[in-house]
């Protein structure tokens, strides 16, 4: 089984202008509303691909209600704990004049210590030897910096495999535990070395020593200029591919989806990443965070595996 976690789940709210005038009215053109929060955006392209997930994490407020009755109408197994504080709401601002997205993201609600608590004793029963265990996005407030170390440990103890998608403190953390696999874009990896930024060598040399600490795939994702997949005995480079983009939002969850189900279906190395590119390629052309459909994401498969490469070591 998949279990995806989302700590700190959004609704995303997509506003699409032709063009944004700071500091005056704006009339919007058209808006969406998705269920959001990046461990969602993954159970949502999983389910896809046609494979169900279990989605796990905290909700509460009005939205609450809300985000069950979609899980449920998609498909998606809603193992979320209650928690007093709202569910939080993301503003997505699309200009199509200028081709920028700005997003306004809200810090979501403060755990308390015993929501904390009860979801650690729910996750520990829901996680199972031979699950795969999806830990991406922030952290809401209350909750400590070192939950995606703790619940990396507590999942591979139940003899299951970790994947991680974050940043900072939470990928650091993560990190120490030593996770199956790990997904940073290039300013998350930058992040943690404590450098502004990496050329092509250093972001190859500090996935090798991710390999070397035992983390069995690393993949860097580059946005429009593709990613690098590593692992203990190669290194795949992959162009990124040239389509019309609408919205770069839940891209990174639909490559993250991607290597889930490509590790779910013993899917060797380079067939993981030409899927992780095509589901990240589909994903852009959607508005929003909707999840693009399984004929969308193999519609670049061809594509994708033909821009794939070895890089000699």
């Known amino acids: 089984m998949i279990i995806t976690v989302t700590l700190n ?3 995303d709210k997509t506003l699409v202008l032709n063009r944004v005038s700071m500091g005056e009215v704006n009339r919007v053109d058209s808006t969406r509303n998705d269920m959001g929060g990046k461990g969602i955006n993954v159970s949502k392209v999983l389910k896809e691909l046609g494979m169900i997930s279990t989605a796990t994490g905290f909700l509460g407020g009005i939205l609450e209600e809300v985000f069950r009755k979609e899980l449920k109408c ?3 197994t809603d193992e979320f704990q209650s928690v007093s504080g709202n569910t939080r709401t993301n503003i997505k601002v699309v200009d199509e004049e200028r081709k920028e997205y700005t997003e306004f993201n809200e810090p979501g609600p403060e755990i308390l210590p015993e929501e904390l608590s009860d979801f650690y004793d729910k996750y520990h029963a829901l996680v199972k030897e031979g699950d795969l265990v999806v830990l991406s996005g922030g952290v809401s407030q209350g909750v400590p910096k070192e939950i995606y170390g703790t619940l990396t440990k507590m999942a591979k103890e139940k003899g299951a495999r970790v ?3 974050a940043e900072g403190e939470a ?3 993560a990190i120490h535990e030593i996770p199956y696999m790990v997904k ?3 300013r998350e990896l930058a992040g943690i ?3 502004e930024a990496l050329n092509v060598d250093e972001m190859i040399h500090e996935g090798e ?3 070397k600490k035992g983390i069995q795939l690393v993949l860097i994702s580059r946005g429009a200029e593709g990613s690098i997949l590593l692992t203990d005995h190669h290194t795949f480079m992959a162009e990124g591919l040239k389509v019309p983009v609408r919205s770069t939002v839940g891209a990174g969850d639909a490559m993250v989806a991607a290597l889930a189900f490509g590790l779910e279906m013993k899917m060797n190395p380079k067939e993981m990443l030409t899927l992780a590119q095509a589901s990240g390629a589909a994903a852009v052309m959607k508005e929003g965070t909707q999840a693009a459909t399984k004929e969308e994401i193999y519609a670049h498969v061809k594509d994708a595996e033909r ?3 070895g890089w000699k070591r």
Request: positive net charge; charged residues 25%; without cysteine.
């Open 9 to 11: 789940p959004a609704l």
């Open 163 to 165: 994947l991680v998608d």
């Open 184 to 186: 940073p874009n290039e």
């Open 74 to 76: 998609i498909g998606i």
């Open 307 to 309: 821009k794939i490469k």
């Open 193 to 195: 070395v404590g450098k």
């Open 209 to 211: 020593k991710l390999v």
């Open 171 to 173: 990928l650091v953390q």
